[in-house]
Nanobody
Framework: QVQLVESGGGSVQPGGSLRLSCEAS????????MEWYRQAPGKEREWVAT???????NYADSVKGRFFIFRDNGRNTVYLRMNSLKPEDTAVYYC???????WGKGTLVTVSS
């Protein structure tokens, strides 16, 4: 059974930080580009960041310089470190393996005063 389990969300004030984790039960995890997406209430899901098998990262303009994606292939886990959080970052965050159509339940991040 293929599973993606996100965790680490919570409620923080603007300027705060969180680290999200995604444990992936995927055969040959290390060959996939891993991604984070998010979906705010009433909006479409949007791409946030991607990390390649070798660790190279790309980010959406809205999070560049604040968020950092990285992975541990030995643990089949991808992370998203979120710094300097803004209210507009409020969303359910999902991880994704590029080329697959599997999604977890997501983890909720709420940024408010």
């Amino acid at each position: 059974q293929v599973q993606l389990v996100e965790s680490g969300g919570g409620s923080v004030q603007p300027g705060g930080s969180l680290r999200l984790s995604c444990e992936a039960s995927i055969s040959a995890f290390s060959i996939y580009n891993m991604e984070w997406y998010r979906q705010a209430p009433g909006k479409e899901r949007e791409w946030v960041a991607t990390v390649t098998p070798g660790g190279s990262a790309n980010y959406a303009d809205s999070v560049k310089g604040r968020f950092f994606i990285f992975r541990d292939n030995g643990r089949n886990t991808v992370y998203l470190r979120m710094n300097s959080l803004k209210p507009e970052d409020t969303a359910v965050y999902y991880c994704h393996a590029y080329g697959m159509n599997f999604w977890g339940k997501g983890t909720l991040v709420t940024v408010s005063s």
